[in-house]
């Protein structure tokens, strides 16, 4: 079992919904992810909090909106997405210090219709 | 063997072979790496790293291997087994202090009974 839990674990959407996923970590990190994955691709990053601060935006589109209540939670808001924003997105946790790995949830499965 | 092309590379052995997965990285100011698997339907998950101050280092059935010469980098698997088939990640830390890995491609390893 996964230290990070991300909820739902699959999620159909039309293009004029709004959604959000969520992720949740206890192990204390202050470091949390939110990647997005295509099939048979890496992971792509799109946000690094640090500390419940956004401290990485790599130029997601708006209709991406992340939040970080606590240190243990991450949201990720969404609203007018586009069939090619079908895809896995995956939440992970880190000690905010180099030279250590990443904690990843088993991501939410997103249709958008 | 193994085949590189447009799509996913694959690795294909035989179970109770030894499994050799290979990885080049990009930037020669990376100081840390981690090997991660991901399993269908499920999100990476952390298998070993090294620094970029030693050579190898060895876990249970694997081994990493880095030569900071040729920026390669591999993963040895002993006696592979059903279970570890699945997409196989490297991930670079490039130095400085970053905590934000950067992906590579993949390797798809398949074991047949």
């Known amino acids: 079992d996964t230290e990070v839990t991300q909820t739902p674990k699959h999620l159909v959407m039309g293009m004029t919904n709004k959604k959000s996923l969520k992720c949740e970590q206890h192990?204390?990190?202050?470091?949390m992810y939110w990647y997005k994955q295509k099939a048979k691709k890496p992971p792509e990053l799109m946000f690094v909090y640090s500390y419940e601060k956004l401290s990485i935006n790599e130029s997601v589109p708006s209709r991406f909106s992340p939040e970080c209540p606590n240190s243990s939670l991450l949201n990720l808001h969404l609203h007018a997405l586009q069939p090619e924003d079908s895809a896995l997105y995956l939440c992970a946790s880190s000690q905010d210090v180099p030279d250590q790995p990443q904690h990843f949830g088993d991501g939410t499965r997103l249709s958008i219709l | 063997g193994e085949s590189v092309g447009l799509h996913l590379p694959t690795l294909s052995v035989q179970e109770g072979d030894n499994s050799i997965i290979n990885c080049a990285y990009s930037?020669?100011?990376?100081?840390?790496f981690i090997w991660y698997k991901q399993e269908s339907g499920k999100g990476p998950q952390f298998i070993i790293d090294i620094r970029s101050n030693m050579d190898k280092r060895q876990g249970q059935r694997v081994t990493v291997l880095l030569n900071k010469t040729v920026k390669h980098l591999s993963l040895q698997i002993a006696a592979t087994q059903p279970g570890d088939s699945a997409v196989y990640f490297c991930?670079?830390?490039?130095?400085?202090?970053?905590?934000?890995?950067?992906f590579g491609r993949g390797t798809s390893l398949i074991v047949h009974p």
């Open positions: 991930a670079e830390n490039i130095g400085g202090g970053s905590y934000i890995p950067t």
């Open positions: 930037n020669s100011a990376s100081d840390y």
């Open positions: 192990m204390g990190h202050r470091a």
